[in-house]
């Protein structure tokens, strides 16, 4: 039997790495994006020490950068023809405005526009499989979560829960677009809220209040990695999810609606302008 490609980003830590570990079986051929080559050769040792036959391959690219998306996927392209499932992984909070060489707010590159163009410029690949999954790792999106058009790179009064939100629903909002403009092919695309999980997301890039809040959230709230990645692991497997898409999912194995910003047509065509300009 052929084996499934997999591209996690993300792999290096918290969902990502339990998802990673989950995925690594003789069935499935393993692709593992990691920023710090140090944490990806740890990884890809640790996976092989626990499971001797997985088939493990480490990719390496800032996915805050834009050039650095182009060049994985480049590479990726050189080897294979073909992508079962691309697990958009790839997540941070920052209580601090960082911008990226190439001028954009740093979670706004990777929480979005990171999951934006892996999944627009591996679409050929994704076709070429026999039933292609593109999985968001997403968030809970409450009703306050929207999008500031006039200021989407974050420039001014920059907040942190702010930028983050912004993120996810957009990512959300792209998760439908591009569910829709895929309807009639053999290519799904949904997100997932993962829940709160026990991570160092937010915990060293946070401070003061929003801090306090994560640590409490770790410590009280927030559920394992692998409790979560059974959630990612369900959108990448479940033989019932094949025609399944444009949905976002939270722990049950039934999609559910996302806020009303989300779903605006309007709202929605503005992101797609807005997310063109800042991909050039």
Known sequence: ?????????????????????ELAKPENRLLLVARNKKKGEELKNEISSRQPKADVELLFADL????????????????????????????????????????????????YLSHYLLSHLLI???????????????????????INFNDINSKKNYNGVNAYLQSKVADVMFTYDLAEQLKNTNVTVNAVHPGIVKTNLGV???KGAL???????????????????ERVLFLANSKSLSK???????????????????????????????TLQLIG
């Open 1 to 21: 039997m052929e084996r499934r490609i997999i591209l996690i980003t993300g792999a290096t830590s918290g969902v990502g790495k339990a998802t990673a570990f």
């Open 211 to 229: 801090q306090g809040f994560v640590r409490f959230c770790m410590s009280f709230i927030a559920i394992t990695p692998e409790k979560s990645a």
């Open 64 to 111: 805050s950068l834009q050039k650095d998306i182009k060049n994985l996927v480049a590479d990726f392209k050189v080897k294979y023809d073909k992508l079962d499932a691309l697990i958009n992984c790839a997540g941070l909070v920052s209580s601090e405005r960082i911008e990226t060489k190439e001028g954009i707010e740093q979670t706004l590159a990777v929480n």
């Open 244 to 274: 399944t898409t444009g949905k976002y999912f939270k722990s049950g194995l039934n999609p559910v609606r996302t806020n009303s910003f989300s779903y605006n047509l309007d709202y929605r065509v503005k992101l797609s302008e807005l």
């Open 124 to 146: 050929d690949e994704l076709k070429n499989a026999d039933q292609g999954r593109i999985i968001n790792v997403a968030s809970l999106i409450p009703p306050i979560a929207k």
């Open 204 to 206: 060293e890039t946070s």
